[in-house]
């Protein structure tokens, strides 16, 4: 029971890692050079954007696509990098922050809208391992040629919903406080509320989502395995 327990345990910590490889790294990254180590808007922006510069060339180089989320948090940082050496007051500054978050949020909102989740391509790895039978069942959940299917496409849209939710709620609140907190309590407060969301997408996403896609996964690989030693899956599940 408990080995079983820790890989479950593994394999949610697994699915999360392209969020904080994406998301949480440069965006922590940046409030740990601007607010500990007191580095400028601007060195802090261009420091941080090194990580989502490098994911993004190499998923071109080895993938021939671009990484999404990578790309999307380096527009941001460009963006943040153009308006850092126009914007003087320290609410707006403060205010501005959250738009790295919101930005994303949207990013991630809008692509559900458009039937493409952007938080799926990175999910997708760490989900099926590299493994034959778990990228076929992967592709017969994502194309509709399973019974689960219905229910896997419903879980991929959730997980990218969650959190782009998330990430505008975060906004939300960082926007909030730069106008209604002291600023000098409001440049460590952020770091807690950015703490604080991502615990919640983990917590959340983890259980509605990437859990079930996981199982689902299994599930599918398990009757194949049934099917191809020649006995029906429905028989073997009795």
Do not use: H
């Not at 963006?79 to 949020?105: C, E, N, Q, Y």
């Not at 959190?163 to 770091?191: F, H, I, K, N, Q």
Request: net charge positive.
């Amino acid at each position: 029971m408990t080995t079983n327990t820790g890989a479950q345990g593994q394999k949610k910590t697994n699915a999360f890692t392209p969020l904080l490889m994406d998301v949480a790294v440069p965006i922590g990254s940046y409030y740990l050079l601007k607010d500990a180590f007191g580095m400028s808007t601007f060195a802090a922006l261009a420091w941080s954007s090194l990580g989502p510069a490098v994911r993004t060339v190499w998923s071109v180089v080895t993938e021939r696509r671009v990484n999404g989320l990578a790309g999307l948090i380096l527009l941001v940082n460009v963006v943040g990098l153009l308006l850092s050496s126009v914007v003087g007051d320290p609410r707006l500054m403060l205010a501005k922050d959250g738009a790295i978050s919101s930005t994303v949020g949207i990013g991630i909102l809008v692509s559900v809208g458009l039937g493409r989740p952007m938080m799926t391509a990175g999910l997708k790895p760490f989900l099926v391992k590299g493994k034959a039978e778990r990228e076929a069942a992967w592709e017969r959940l994502l194309s509709g040629g399973s019974e689960r299917s219905s229910a896997f496409l419903r879980a991929e849209r959730v997980y990218s919903v969650i959190w782009g939710v998330v990430l505008l709620a975060e906004c939300v609140v960082r926007v909030v406080g730069a106008y209604t907190v002291p600023v000098d309590t409001m440049v460590w407060l952020g770091s807690v509320v950015m703490t604080v969301a991502i615990g919640a997408g983990v917590v959340l996403s983890g259980g509605l989502a990437a859990g079930p896609m996981a199982e689902m996964i299994a599930a599918e690989v398990g009757e194949r395995e049934v099917e191809g030693r020649g006995v029906p899956a429905l028989v073997a599940a009795k």
